[in-house]
């Protein structure tokens, strides 16, 4: 197994597990940890036996932004020529279906992080934020963007203008947490869900986050095409015969990923 310095990665079953570990800075994203991520991400996203991933960090921070000690001395020609963040989109386009577990803070980048998975689950003491107007920025990771069409404009626009945080309840509420949970159970709930998830056909997984993906960009006709091309694909694998044969067996499909 590979060895990360800023990460736990481990399998359990079919599901990839990605906590975050850099404990002493609230698992700020710095350039290694974007590396270690995108590495351990990609290496699921290649096994065949993983049929979802669950990215976490701790119980007090799911990552409080991107490394503000990392950017601070920058000028924005550096922060172009780096293309700082630029290797985060890597992540954002795995196939395999990510749950960020959300605890304590995500802030900045960390909430930008939680954005980039398919199904976020924020345990009750989880605090989301774009502060990035409180040290003269703006969002960097796609907050802007992904904030927007979770939410809408004008709690997008409260957030992103004020830098104020909104807890778990409230996150919610407006869209941007999938589901709330108390704290002490967010890991089991994220397990059970990832192992509800990774036991459908990969096939079908995959063409499902290919199409929500693509809904937050394109029109309503195309989406629609790109639907009907995928849906209608579906029915030369082997798992959608299975699937179908299962119901009217009455028992549990046993797909196999083709
Ligand atoms: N970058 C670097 N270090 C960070 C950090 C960050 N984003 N967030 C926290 N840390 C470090 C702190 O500097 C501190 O380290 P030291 O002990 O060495 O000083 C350690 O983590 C613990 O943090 P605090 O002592 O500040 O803990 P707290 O409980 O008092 O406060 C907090 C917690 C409110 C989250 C506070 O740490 C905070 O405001 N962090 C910054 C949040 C932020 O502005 N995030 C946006 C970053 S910019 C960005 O993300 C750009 C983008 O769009 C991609």
Known sequence: MTEYE????ETRGRVGWITLNRPEALNA?????????????????????????????????????ADIKEMEAKSGLDMIMDDHFGDWSDFAAVRTPVIAAVAGYALGGGCELAMMCDII???????????EINLGVIPGMGGSQRLLRAVGYYKAADLILSGRMM???????????????????????AGALAD????????????A??????ALETPLAEGLRLEKHVFTSLFDTEDQKEGMAAFR??????????
């Open 196 to 207: 509800t998830i990774a036991g459908k056909s990969l096939p079908a997984l995959y063409g």
């Open 6 to 9: 800023t990460i736990l990665v």
């Open 29 to 65: 994203l710095n350039t290694q940890v974007c590396r270690d991520v995108v590495a351990a991400s990609s290496a699921f996203d290649d096994d065949r036996e993983i049929g979802a991933i669950v990215l976490t960090g701790s119980d007090r921070a799911f990552a409080a932004g």
């Open 121 to 131: 689950l924020a345990a009750d003491s989880a605090k989301f934020g774009q502060p």
């Open 209 to 214: 986050k290919a199409v929500l993906d693509a």
């Open 249 to 258: 067996e009455k028992r549990t499909p046993d797909f196999r990923g083709r």
């Open 167 to 189: 807890d778990a309840a409230e996150a919610e509420r407006s869209g941007l947490a999938s589901r709330v949970v108390p704290a002490a159970d967010l890991l089991d709930e």
